[in-house]
Every structure is written in structure tokens, then in C-alpha cells.
């Protein structure tokens, strides 16, 4: 056997195992799973446009529930019939099962007085914990608009919500700088004045460079911010999708991941196992950070959440 061979350079050029061994960075290894606590989780899910959708949520729901998570939300949009879906999607969750459900409200599209009524139909309906948004404009509108005799922003929505009951309000935070901000800092400025109000908790927008939230947590306690900021965490299967729908909002998607999902556009399976691993490995650096809570955008699907929430530590409850 030859133990010279993997001192010298490789045919590509590149030091053989060995000399990047003893010549190059060491990569500490994260924690084993005993070590740390499993940390507390959130969910999010959307309310089903079709009977079929139903169904799928429905089941996403009751797979995930023995987990135990702090709250689960559901997203929302400004009036109609999105709104009615939200609200009965809540309502249900109430009545039927053991989760603590968190609503989505948006200024977008109603007066103060409307909102308001939506407010107090779920403190009726035993919600206690509203998701506060500014909301984004309706399609086919270049810009956000507030609504003349509306809340303005998030900041005014908290403080509004507030004056109806005493309502845990979680607020949504971007790691990356919402993209109507005119800077960082008046988007850190922003999160500042939805805490003054009355906020309890930040949920950020997606990301997928461990380092960006790390920083963002940085800043904010520069700020003078000190409530829980959660990492909001998509695991990714569509890769396509999501790196349009990212485009969108301001999620930068590294160029690492495109290699990662590389050639998988007709092999969902695979994806799916792609997906679970990179999200693992998000989580773990961001709990091996110190990070101890972590917001889901399920998309519906409780197979992807629940591998990874697993492989956090988290365990079904008795």
C-alpha cells in the first residue's frame, strides 16, 4: 500500500487528501443532539383554497400537532374570502385540536374599524395571539397604499390591537432589509417601533446564510432590541420556485444552493432528501449558535418540517 500517494497533488492539481488534512482550516464539529434542549417551535400554515387542499392541510396539521409547538399561525389575506378562509381555518384549530393558534392581520385593504372587528372576532373565538403586519399590496398595484382610514403600518396595527385586548403579537423582522425599506437602518428603525407598541416577538423572513441572521441579531441588540427574534426556516424542495418567489422579496439565494439542487428538476425525491439535509444543517449551526426557537413555513407539507424538527430534537408529546 502506498501511504506516499496521497501526500502528492492529484491529477486535477489539488493537494491530496492528506496535505489538505494537515494543511488546511479545521472544522469543529456541532453539538450531538443530547447535548442541547430541544428548542421551541412555531408552524405556519395557509388556509386551503379547495377541498382537496382542506384535506392536505388538515393532515399537515395532525402530523405535526404531537410536536407540541408553542403556537401555530395562519397566513392571511386583505379581505373576501381569503379572510373568511383564515378565520374558519382558525376557528377550527381552536375547536378541534390542542394548538395554541396565532392569527395573521394585515392593514392592507380595510379601515381601522373593519380590522378592528376582525380583531375582536378572534379574541371571541378564544385567539389570543395575532401575527401583526403591514401586508403586501394587492396585485397589480406598484406600491403599498395605506388605506386612507386605516392603519397605516405594522407599528400603528400593534398598537391598535393593543386597545382591544391583551393580545401576544408577534411582528415580522428581515434579516436581509424588507425591500420597500429605503436602508437597513430604517428597516431595524421599523422593527424598533412595532416592539415600542407592544410586539412580543420577531418572526423573520426566510433566509438560507446562517451568517445573515447572526449578523441581524447583532443589530438588533445594538438596537436596543432584547424581545426573541425566530429564524424563520423554509425547507425547500422546489428550488425553481423558491428562487423566484425570493427574487421578490428580498431573499438572497446563494449560489451554493443552485449546485446542490443541480439536475434534480425531475426528481422530486431526491430533492426532497436535498431539502432535508440542507435545512437540517441550517437549524443545527443555528442551534449550536445559541438559537433555541424556530418558526416553520410548513407550505402544507409536514413531512420536511417534521424530519427536521426531529433531527432538532424535538419528540412527540405524550
Known amino acids: 500500500m502506498n501511504h506516499v500517494a496521497d501526500h502528492a497533488p492529484t491529477a486535477s492539481g489539488r493537494p ?20 442541547l434542549p430541544p428548542p421551541a417551535l412555531s408552524f405556519e400554515f395557509f388556509p386551503p383554497r379547495t377541498e382537496a ?9 395532525r402530523r405535526l400537532e404531537p410536536l407540541a409547538p408553542r403556537f401555530v399561525s395562519v397566513t392571511y389575506g386583505a379581505g373576501g374570502t381569503t379572510q373568511e378562509r383564515t378565520h374558519a381555518t382558525v376557528a377550527r384549530l381552536v375547536s378541534e385540536t390542542g394548538l395554541t393558534p396565532a392569527a395573521h392581520l394585515t392593514c392592507v385593504g380595510a379601515s381601522r374599524a373593519e380590522v378592528d372587528a376582525v380583531a375582536r372576532r378572534y379574541w371571541e373565538a378564544g385567539v389570543r395571539h395575532i401575527v401583526a403586519l403591514r401586508g403586501d399590496a394587492p396585485a ?16 400603528d396595527l400593534v398598537a391598535g390591537l393593543k386597545k382591544i385586548g391583551d393580545f401576544e403579537i408577534s411582528v415580522a423582522a428581515y434579516p436581509e432589509t424588507h425591500p420597500a425599506a429605503l436602508s437597513p437602518e430604517q428597516d431595524l428603525d421599523n422593527l424598533k417601533r412595532k ?36 429564524p424563520g426556516i423554509l425547507p425547500v424542495s422546489n428550488f425553481t420556485q423558491v428562487k423566484k418567489f425570493s427574487a421578490m422579496c428580498g ?4 449560489a451554493w444552493m443552485g449546485t446542490l439542487f443541480e439536475g434534480l428538476d425531475e426528481d422530486a425525491e431526491t430533492r426532497r432528501m436535498v431539502a432535508a439535509a440542507l435545512a437540517a444543517e441550517q437549524v443545527r449551526l443555528l442551534q449550536a449558535n445559541g438559537v433555541d426557537e424556530f ?21 412527540p408529546k405524550a
Open 16 to 35: 491530496g487528501t492528506l496535505q489538505r488534512w494537515l494543511t488546511g482550516p479545521r472544522v469543529a464539529g456541532l453539538p450531538v443532539p443530547n447535548e
Open 53 to 61: 387542499l382542506e384535506q392536505q392541510l388538515w393532515s399537515c396539521v
Open 140 to 155: 397589480g398595484e406598484s406600491g403599498y397604499t395605506p388605506h386612507p382610514e386605516g392603519y397605516a403600518y405594522a407599528a
Open 195 to 230: 416592539i415600542d407598541a407592544g410586539a412580543t416577538r420577531a418572526i423573520t423572513q426566510y433566509f438560507f446564510d446562517t451568517e445573515v441572521f447572526l449578523r441581524f441579531l447583532d443589530r438588533c441588540l445594538a438596537a436596543g432590541i432584547t424581545v426573541p427574534i425566530v
Open 251 to 254: 431573499t438572497s439565494v446563494p
Open 295 to 315: 418558526h416553520f413555513y410548513t407550505l402544507n407539507r409536514a413531512d420536511l418540517t417534521y424530519a427536521i424538527a426531529h433531527i432538532l430534537g424535538a419528540r
